[in-house]
């Protein structure tokens, strides 16, 4: 069955320090993968998407980058953390174009940068 | 763009109550929609799915039905419970745009269900 894990669960980060997340997915075989944001009191806003490997989409200009040096991960990644940055960060994935099935989140990571 | 507006929350229900959270859709063509939901501290679970129009999805007592005349998909459930209080998410992906069709989320809708 295909599962998907993010890590850390809960992160607190000074301003100015680098981040990395990391997703993996297990299971199966080249899926679309996303990184959404959910700031406090807010919606989920669509970070970045990629469809292979080293292909990466920003759907917003941040602060963040992300990568794909493998398959089936996807790394979120900032080289200074502002206190903006701080929020509720999912990492997804589909197969296909999520059309008939949407997508599969993985457990979140909370940021706190402080 | 395509867009999706949900119910302003909180949504503050007694246990055994109607729920209710409306959803409508702007799209081109024929998305399809979905609600998720969000316990305290977790990810976001899929809830239930419709992929055309008139199509109703259910899960867990909770239904919705594609309503392609009103552009809407609204969430029901005939009595909720305690373990129903959660942030709930109505979303749609676009038929078009191939490998890269992205899922646009409504702001979400918290539920409060009191014993």
């Known amino acids: 069955s295909q599962t998907i894990h993010q890590w850390p669960a809960t992160l607190v980060q000074p301003v100015g320090s680098p981040l990395s997340l990391e997703c993996t997915v297990e299971?199966?075989?080249?899926?679309?993968l996303y990184w959404y944001r959910q700031a406090a009191g807010r919606g989920l806003q669509l970070l970045f998407y990629?469809?292979?490997?080293?292909?990466i989409s920003s759907e917003v200009p941040q602060n963040l980058s992300a990568s794909r040096p493998q398959d089936r991960q996807f790394i979120l990644s900032s080289k200074k953390l502002l206190l903006s940055d701080s929020g509720f960060y999912l990492c997804?994935?589909?197969?296909?174009?999520?059309?008939?099935?949407?997508?599969?989140f993985g457990s979140g990571t909370r940021l706190t940068v402080v | 763009g395509d867009s999706v507006t949900q119910m302003e929350g909180p949504v503050t229900l007694s246990e055994e109550a109607f729920l209710t959270i409306n959803c409508t859709y702007t799209?081109?063509?024929?998305?399809?929609l979905f609600w998720y939901v969000q316990y305290p501290g977790e990810g976001l679970q899929l809830l239930l799915k419709?992929?055309?129009?008139?199509d109703k999805g259910s899960n867990k007592g909770f239904e919705a039905t594609y309503r392609k005349e009103t552009t809407s998909f609204h969430l029901e459930k005939g009595s909720v419970q305690v373990s129903d209080s959660a942030v709930y998410f109505c979303?749609?992906?676009?038929?078009?745009?191939?490998?890269?069709?992205?899922?646009?989320f409504g702001t979400g809708t918290l539920l409060a269900v009191q014993p």
């Open positions: 997804a994935w589909s197969v296909g174009t999520g059309w008939v099935n949407g997508y599969t």
């Open positions: 799209a081109t063509g024929y998305p399809s």
């Open positions: 979303a749609l992906t676009p038929n078009y745009g191939g490998a890269t069709n992205k899922l646009i």
């Open positions: 419709a992929t055309k129009a008139d």
């Open positions: 299971g199966t075989s080249n899926p679309n």
């Open positions: 990629s469809v292979g490997i080293g292909q």
